[in-house]
Structure formats: structure tokens, C-alpha cells
């Protein structure tokens, strides 16, 4: 009766080892996965906090954007905008990979799920701003480089104008002084006073006392002739009591004119003379 009393403690015993060994090893199990959960978990917590932060950073780089586009700044703009969009896709491969390591985790936390959602939703936002931004600023880029080229053509056409306006003023100028130069050839008189031998000597009259009418201008003897505006000509002082014009003028053109001493001058009535004037004197 005793051995047999013990051999039942003792199987009893047995059993009831068997399981606490059990349920020592479900413990584990079960504290090994509530620790893995609670790293999942925290690892995803961190994971929606960076992407928060950059969504942040998002913000403020928007109002950046605005600022120097408004500025006329726009390779600033375009730089900032690729530099948001680098970081927009980098954080969506970041949620992608979060919903794959809690899909595979068997993770139903409706707090986490509903985070995600709302995080990628204000990036697909972001994403599709940022992608309307750059088209707006490339068709503003477009525009600028028109208008760049029509005020580089504008320039072009300016300074076509002032050189034909350089180049019409110094034909102008040259023109100017031709005429001045003509003018004073038109309105030169070339006169001289002299005794007959003097002018004879001079090739200013012949041997009988008369000019030549018929010699060219470049045949007269200028360099012994006083040059005078005929416009301006008015009186010639003859000193002398004899004379006689040797040149053809109209006689309603000029007159000679005695002073109180009987000495001749020539009055010139009008300035519509010849261009040369020979008088001789005696």
C-alpha cells in the first residue's frame, strides 16, 4: 500500500513539472513577441516622426519658394523645388516600407494605420503642388526667355538706330560743310587795285589794258588777288584820281565815288557782281 501511495506522488509530481516547464516556455514566447511588437512599434513610431519633420521642413521651403519666386529668383525656386521633391519621394519609399514590416508583423493598431494614411495622403498633396509649382515656373522661365530675347532684339534695333543716326549725322556734317564750302566759293569775290604793268606782269590783262574774260577760274592768278565776301563788300578805297574797271559788271552794279581829298573809291551797289574784280589804276 505505501509503494503504491508514493508511486502516485511521485507520477503526480511528474505532471505537474511537465507543465509549468510548458508554460515557463509559452511565457518566453509570448515576452519575446511583446518585445518584438514593442520595437515594431517604436521603430514605426520613429519612423512617422521623421517623416512628420520633413513634412515640416516642406512647409517652410513652400513659403521660401513663393517668396523668391515672387522675387524674380526663380533658379533659386527651381533648385528649392527638385530639393522637395528629392525629399517628398524619399519619405514615401519610407511609408511603403513601414506598411510592408507591419503587414508582415500582423500589426491591426488602427491608431498606426490611420496615421499612415493621413501621412501619405499630405504627401501625394505635396507631391502633386510641387510637380503644378515646377510647371508654372518652367512655363514662367519660358516666358521670361521670350521676353530675355525680344528686349535683346529691342536692344539690337536701338542700337541699329543709333548708328544710321551717327552715320546720318556725319553725313549730315559733311554735308553742312560742303555747302558752307560752296557757300564761300559762291559768295568769294576776288578783287585787286593795281597799275596796268602790275596786272600785265600778274597775267591779270592783257597787253592792250583788257582781261580775258574767257579764262578759267583755274587760269587767274588768285595769289596776287585779295579774297572778300561779296555779300559783305561794300566799299573798295581806289587812292587814286583814275580808274577804270577792267572786269565786266553791269554798270547799275557799282559806282565810282569821290572823297573830299578827289580820290576815287569804288562803291559796290550790288552784291551780285562777278567773282573776280580787276581795277586798274593810274
Not at 510641387?130 to 522661365?141: K, V, Y
Not at 592792250?208 to 573798295?236: C, E, P, Q, V, Y
Request: include cysteine; charged fraction near 25%; charge should be negative.
Amino acid at each position: 500500500m505505501v509503494s503504491t501511495l508514493l508511486a502516485a506522488v511521485m507520477g503526480s509530481c511528474m505532471v505537474s513539472s511537465s507543465k509549468y516547464e510548458a508554460m515557463q516556455a509559452e511565457r518566453d514566447s509570448l515576452a519575446i513577441v511583446a518585445s518584438t511588437a514593442t520595437t515594431d512599434y517604436e521603430s514605426s513610431l520613429k519612423t512617422l516622426n521623421e517623416i512628420e519633420e520633413a513634412l515640416s521642413t516642406i512647409r517652410e521651403a513652400e513659403n521660401i519658394i513663393m517668396m523668391e519666386n515672387q522675387e524674380g529668383n526663380t533658379n533659386y525656386a527651381v533648385a528649392q523645388i527638385e530639393a522637395i521633391d528629392r525629399t517628398i519621394q524619399q519619405n514615401k519609399a519610407k511609408i511603403e516600407e513601414l506598411e510592408k514590416q507591419l503587414a508582415e508583423s500582423g500589426s491591426k493598431s488602427k491608431q498606426l494605420s490611420a496615421t499612415i494614411n493621413r501621412l501619405k495622403g499630405e504627401l501625394n498633396e505635396k507631391d502633386t503642388y510641387i510637380n503644378n509649382l515646377r510647371e508654372e515656373l518652367n512655363a514662367s522661365q519660358a516666358q521670361v526667355a521670350v521676353l530675355t530675347g525680344r528686349v535683346e532684339d529691342l536692344n539690337k534695333n536701338v542700337e541699329d538706330l543709333n548708328e544710321n543716326i551717327s552715320n546720318l549725322n556725319a553725313q549730315s556734317a559733311e554735308q553742312q560743310a560742303t555747302i558752307q564750302l560752296q557757300d564761300v566759293a559762291l559768295n568769294t569775290v576776288y578783287y585787286i587795285v593795281a597799275p596796268i604793268a602790275t596786272l600785265e606782269d600778274l597775267g591779270l590783262a592783257n597787253k592792250g589794258g583788257l582781261f580775258s574774260s574767257d579764262k578759267a577760274a583755274t587760269d587767274i592768278n588768285k595769289n596776287a588777288m585779295i579774297a572778300a565776301d561779296k555779300r559783305d563788300l561794300r566799299i573798295i578805297p581806289l587812292n587814286t584820281k583814275k580808274a577804270s574797271i577792267l572786269t565786266n559788271h553791269p554798270e547799275s552794279s557799282y559806282q565810282l565815288t569821290k572823297g573830299d581829298d578827289q580820290m576815287l573809291s569804288l562803291e559796290i551797289v550790288d552784291q551780285e557782281i562777278s567773282n573776280y574784280l580787276i581795277i586798274s589804276i593810274k
